[in-house]
Structure formats: structure tokens, C-alpha cells
């Protein structure tokens, strides 16, 4: 079992600070300039949660958590509240078949986009459209891959809305809690996305 089939506790999930990280070469070169090289072709996203007054139920949530995934081990789902929704997103174009299509987030800046597979679906949030009318279909919450129920229209495009998670792990083996008193304790989590 690599991936636990289970969000984590929407109480410890409040409060985290992170996003996306990505791995750029910059060099210096000898005239001044810089030459940079794209390490990762996708952002890595990392998140943090300083917890200063959990309480036992919420202590023993994630303490739960972190020993049944084994540290490191295996991973499971998080809510990004900082990122978890899209809206209108283009998905692809019908071609006459009922070829799955992948759910999509682009995010664009000026001619600059980059485009984010979702492979963690909100099953219950997920709408498909084509052409702006709502199209039956299904969808695989473990790949996001959509499935109408009829051949897509040939040459109209397809969109969708949705919510997601995010597929993370914790980023240590070593999990250490400060006991402030018999009512609450203190800890630090640390997640990173796996793909």
C-alpha cells in the first residue's frame, strides 16, 4: 500500500503554510549574466503546521496518522486550502470517441502557463461541460481521468470544475511532540507533495 485512501483530519489540516517549490540551476556567468536550467518539470509543494496548543483528541489524530503511514512510508490526502478549487478549467476537445480526458489546472501568467495534472479529485465536486452544457460522465478520483457516458462531441471543447486534494507524505521519520500540560501538547508537521 502506497497511497492511504484517506484525507487527513480537517481539523490538523487548518493552519498550514506552504506551496509550490521548484528546482532552478542558476550559474553565473563570467560576463555577469546568469544562465538558468529547469531542474523539475513540476513544482514540488511543501507544507508546514506549527501546532502550539493541540489538543489530546487532535494530538492522537496525528500522531495516528504519521504512525500508520510510517513516517515517510506511504502517502495520503490533503486539502491545499491556499489552492484546492478550479473553475472553467479547459480540459481538452472532443474527437467523436469516449477517450478518457485528464482534469487539468492551468495556471497562466502573461504568454507563460503552466499546466498542473489533477490525479486527486473531489469525485462529489466534479461537473464536466462541453460546449456549456453539462455532460454525463465519470471519474477515476485516483487519476482524474473523466469518462463521458456518450462519445465526446467531435471538435467542441470540454471543461470542468472541481475541487482537489493533494497526494502528500510526511517529510520525516521522526515525529516529536512537546507536552505543555495534562490538556495539550505541541508539534511541528511537515508534508511534501508526492506525485
Do not use: C
Not at 64 to 74: D, E, L, P, R, T
Not at 163 to 191: G, I, W
Amino acid at each position: 500500500m502506497s497511497f492511504i485512501d484517506v484525507q487527513i483530519n480537517a481539523k490538523t489540516n487548518i493552519g498550514f503554510a506552504g506551496g509550490p517549490e521548484w528546482r532552478t540551476l542558476v550559474v553565473q556567468m563570467a560576463s555577469g549574466r546568469n544562465r538558468r536550467r529547469q531542474e523539475w518539470s513540476m513544482p514540488h509543494h511543501k507544507y508546514t503546521a506549527d501546532y502550539t496548543t493541540l489538543r489530546p483528541q487532535d494530538q492522537n489524530d496525528i500522531l495516528a496518522a504519521f504512525i500508520a503511514a510510517k513516517g515517510q512510508m506511504h502517502t495520503f490526502a490533503m486539502r491545499d486550502w491556499n489552492d484546492y478549487r478550479a473553475r472553467g478549467e479547459v480540459i481538452g476537445q472532443g474527437d467523436g470517441t469516449t477517450t478518457p480526458v485528464q482534469l487539468v489546472k492551468t495556471y497562466a501568467f502573461g504568454p507563460a502557463s503552466y499546466v498542473r495534472p489533477i490525479t486527486l479529485p473531489v469525485e462529489r465536486s466534479v461537473r464536466v461541460y462541453q460546449g456549456g452544457v453539462l455532460v454525463a460522465s465519470t471519474v477515476d478520483r485516483l487519476t482524474g481521468l473523466v469518462t463521458p457516458d456518450a462519445p465526446w462531441e467531435d471538435g467542441v471543447e470540454i471543461t470542468a470544475d472541481f475541487d482537489f486534494n493533494v497526494r502528500v507524505r510526511f517529510a520525516s521519520d521522526y515525529f516529536p511532540f512537546t507536552r505543555d500540560s495534562n490538556v495539550s501538547a505541541q508539534t511541528t508537521v511537515e508534508l511534501v507533495e508526492e506525485f
